[in-house]
């Protein structure tokens, strides 16, 4: 197996530290699979999933749970029922119907695959549906959290929490939409789902410490973010895919094809979702572009870039504080081809996303998530 090929390996969920007996074999490791990937992708420009998304392009995922999605954010409110009237109003705010539901149709489409592959009824338990709703409150409440910590001003296409009732609230807010999570979670009573639903909020917590910091060594940089990543991003649909696998009584192999499912969507989205920090706008995008930038973080297409212009590199390192180091960089992953590698890492992890769900018997539920992969690829927000 090449150092290449361990990159997207799907035998073992813990990906990005196996193999590796002291931290500086981990850093030696990442800094080659950094230079290799570059080399592949000078050598093949063609970013086009597998032939299998061809064959499922017609597929809308979203259509296949449609009645499941449309009642979530009506449960969720039903959840979120504080005798406070205020913070009803903020924990309840971004339930509107109107995000993108990814993650909880993810689940339920994951739930329905393997409830088919382990010849279960096709409909989802009342516990997979459970899971889907979890996920999509643990998600909201992060982003109610997150920009706090960046100040951010919109949220889908609408102020922020925390421009609406302050800062202290909206902390609040996303700590009681957490609990009521956890709650939902306890009540389920099974031990495995809680763990991997802890797993979840362990990994978010430090993910974003991760990414308070940042790696002196230009070779660590690119391992940092990809386990940043990882745990703020996809750990969540990891875990979702797993549970949903777990309650349909599945074999350990095929709970691990779900994960791994779910994880290399999971850094997909994140990747794409990075790229399209520079190249989308904020009409489109519902909330700020350049965002990462002007928070001091350098993402996939700046950490590419560096490779052709290393006077990036000194920028990184001040987290783009001085006048002017936003504007430059930008400039310079323009100039290079840092947003075309970061597209084509990410569609080598839902190549890897695609071989995964394939191991499952052959349902329509299977074929939407291979088309998930190409919509994650080709999306414009």
């Given amino acids: 197996m090449t150092t290449f090929d361990l990159a997207y390996c799907n035998s073992c969920r813990s990906c990005y530290t196996k193999s590796f007996q002291t931290p500086s074999q981990s850093t030696k490791y990442y800094a080659r699979q950094h ?124 102020p922020s929490i925390h421009k609406n009732w302050g800062e202290r609230k909206a902390i609040l807010g996303g700590d009681y939409i957490m609990a009521m999570a956890s709650m939902a979670l306890a009540r389920m009573g099974n031990e495995r789902i809680v763990l991997a639903y802890s797993q979840i909020l362990e990994d978010l917590v430090k993910g974003e410490f991760m990414q308070l910091g940042s790696k002196e060594d230009e070779n660590e940089r690119f391992a940092h973010y990809l386990k940043k990543t990882f745990k703020k991003t996809a750990s969540l649909i990891a875990n979702s895919c797993k549970s949903v696998a777990i309650l349909a009584e599945s074999t350990e192999e095929t709970i691990e094809m779900a994960y791994q499912y779910g994880r290399n969507v999971g850094i997909a989205f994140q990747l794409v979702d990075d790229l399209l920090d520079f190249t989308s706008c904020e009409n489109v995008m519902g909330k700020p572009t350049a965002a990462d930038l002007k928070l001091g973080l350098a993402t996939a297409p700046v950490l590419f870039a560096a490779q052709q212009h290393p006077s990036l590199n000194e920028m990184i390192m001040r987290r783009f504080s001085q006048p002017g180091d936003v504007a430059a960089a930008r400039q310079y992953v323009a100039k290079s081809d840092g947003v075309e590698q970061t597209r084509y890492l990410a569609t080598q992890h839902c190549n890897a996303a695609i071989q995964n769900i394939r191991t499952f018997k052959h349902s329509i539920e299977q074929d939407a998530l291979v088309t998930v992969t190409s919509k994650v690829i080709n999306r414009l927000k």
Avoid: W
């Fill in 35 to 158: 230079k290799l990937l570059s080399r592949k992708f000078e050598s093949d420009h063609s970013h086009s999933l597998s032939t299998a998304t061809t064959q499922t392009q017609h597929l809308d995922p979203f259509e296949l749970v449609r009645s499941d999605l449309q009642t979530l954010s009506d449960d969720i409110k039903q959840e979120l029922h504080p005798y406070e009237k205020e913070l009803a109003s903020v924990s309840q705010y971004h339930f509107d119907g109107k995000g993108k539901s990814f993650r909880p149709m993810i689940a339920m489409l994951m739930a329905k695959a393997v409830n088919t592959h382990n010849e279960k009824p096709l409909e989802l338990s009342r516990n997979q549906r459970k899971c889907a709703m979890i996920a999509e409150m643990i998600h909201t409440s992060s982003l109610v959290h997150d920009d706090v910590i960046d100040d951010s001003d919109t949220r889908r296409g609408k």
